[in-house]
């Protein structure tokens, strides 16, 4: 065999193993698939087991309706901070198992944690998908306030936060500017798609009141008068002015399906929001621009009377 010719042969076979490397890499990778793994569930000390089982329960109503996505995580925290603290020390426990290369100080002292949900309230999605860790998956935190789970409005927000997990599940890359770019960073369309999505899942169970949907959604009506003359919902970044963008923006995500289809939408725009991008998915899916389709509801629907708006609702 001449010299070339070898050079030749180890240059494919280096190819070929590249390849086989790169193909094995993203193969392993589950991002994105439907999976039947079921969620974990974590809970602090004081959290009743009949809070556990009615998240369990609606977090089963999410998956069963949107596909069960993963590795996810439910943490419950509950009013007790000693309580919360142990579920910490816990928590960081499961992330060291998982991602062997943290350092557990790290963890311990990081910036939001259980003691603040005990605090503050609420609930949130904690996506991990970075480009240096070993392990990517989904962490939901749920507390005993704003919403209480005594409240109806807890299972909305079991939804919500399990919209997000969708939302997240359809973008693979690791690099936070393309995630951000596919999810866009400002609150109006992820938080507007996770509350429009929620509520009418919500409004669709068996024994919830009819008119539920319209009751919520003419309550989300009263951000409309701080919205800035001429200003777009799109310009409101998170923090102190957000709840006009969560209210409008899920607004927007109900025009947007009555103008297109919730096909259109939940199927469509998810699928080919990866490949195509945040811009080319709209445009392919709901056949207008982000930017005239924002124009329409800005300009041509906000206007209208209350009850004009209320009718494109199912
Ligand atoms: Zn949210």
């Not at 039947?36 to 109503?61: C, G, H, M, P, R």
Request: proline share 3%.
């Amino acid at each position: 065999m001449s010299c070339n010719l070898l050079l030749k042969w180890i240059t494919i076979f280096i190819t070929v193993f590249w390849s086989c490397q790169t193909i094995g890499k993203n193969i392993g990778d589950g991002w994105g698939k439907i999976t039947q793994e079921q969620a974990q569930f974590y809970k602090a000390n004081d959290v009743s087991e009949t809070t556990l089982k009615l998240t369990k329960k609606w977090y089963e109503i999410a998956s069963a309706a949107w596909g069960n996505y993963g590795p996810t995580e439910f943490w419950l925290v509950g009013k007790s901070a000693e309580a919360a603290e142990d579920l910490n020390r816990k928590y960081c426990e499961v992330r060291k198992e998982k991602e062997p290369r943290l350092r557990l100080k790290d963890c311990l002292g990081r910036d939001y944690s259980f003691g603040d949900y005990v605090r503050d309230g609420g609930a949130g999605l904690n996506t991990r998908r970075g480009e240096h860790s070993d392990w990517s998956g989904f962490i939901i935190t749920l507390s005993a306030k704003y919403p209480g789970p005594e409240e109806e409005d807890y299972r909305v927000v079991v939804l919500h936060e399990y919209f997000h997990i969708y939302q997240h599940a359809h973008i693979f890359s690791r690099k936070e500017s393309e995630r951000n770019s596919r999810n866009q960073v400002n609150p109006w369309w992820a938080e507007g798609g996770a509350e429009y999505m929620a509520q009418l899942l919500y409004s669709r169970q068996k024994g919830v009141r009819p008119g539920y949907l319209k009751e919520k959604m003419r309550q989300k009506l009263r951000s409309l008068k701080d919205l800035k003359k001429g200003e777009s919902i799109t310009e409101i970044p998170y923090g102190e002015r957000a709840m006009i963008a969560y209210d409008l923006g899920t607004w927007f995500i109900a025009y947007l399906i009555d103008r297109t289809s919730e096909e259109a939408y939940l199927k469509g725009f998810y699928r080919d929001l990866n490949k195509e991008g945040f811009e080319g998915s709209f445009q392919k899916n709901f056949g207008l621009s982000s930017k005239a389709m924002l124009e329409a509801f800005h300009q041509s629907f906000l206007p209208l009377s209350e009850e004009e708006k209320l009718k494109i609702l199912p």
